[in-house]
């Protein structure tokens, strides 16, 4: 991670001496994940979840040409939850009770993309790209219910049997205006739709939607030195 943080602020004070537009700023917001999983063995048919409102926030950079294409880049901390009931269909050992799933996700993810932007004081834009993320923690939670009633949850540590690295490829709308003169605030909604499966032993794709709001200062231009 600090090598990560090293290279893009190398990135950002290389492309500030010549570049047209540098932005730094902060972005924060909600975010629902969805997950389509199967793993793969006789008898189990995956399971159906339902997405739970989570955390995203973090730093990005932008860079404006002029030709109003965005170039960007963000550093982002991912929270991903979902809940849903297993679907396990065995005819030899039928489970006693649907299994209840609470499974918690954090990511960093980097997200890299280009775009275009409309107008100067209110303006919009709209970005494609990819993301990878790196899997920071992954916990399964399960919950079963007896024929008296009892319930029983247990936690599962799931890192070992999901993969470390993820990549996803994105859309993303949004628009901002422009306050004083070095200020920008910008909301965007963006869909992201994973690439790569992210558990080792079965089908583990997210689906993840993603409504922000962030805060962008426009660094200042070097003039070049005259003859």
Known sequence: MKKILIFIFFVISTVTLSGQSNLIGIKGGINWT??????????????VTNSVACISSGLTYD?????????????LYEQRRYTGIANIISPVYPPPSPIYL??????YAIPLKVGY????????????GIAPAFLKSAIDEHTTTDSIGNKTSTDYNL???????????????????????????ITSFRLQDSFTSTNKY??????????????????????????
């Open 34 to 47: 969805d997950v389509s999983y199967n793993s793969g063995m006789k008898g189990d048919v995956g399971y």
């Open 63 to 75: 860079y404006i040409d002029n030709g109003n294409f965005i170039w960007g880049v963000e550093l």
């Open 102 to 107: 609470s499974d918690h996700y954090v990511y």
């Open 117 to 128: 932007i409309l107008g100067e004081t209110f303006f919009g834009f709209g970005n494609i």
């Open 159 to 185: 890192k070992n049997s999901n993969s470390n690295f993820e990549l996803s490829g994105l859309i993303e709308i949004g628009c901002g205006y422009k306050l004083l003169k070095n200020f920008e605030i």
């Open 202 to 227: 079965g089908s583990h794709h997210w689906t993840e939607r993603d409504l922000c709001f962030g805060i962008k200062y426009i660094l200042p231009t070097k003039a070049k030195a005259s003859n």
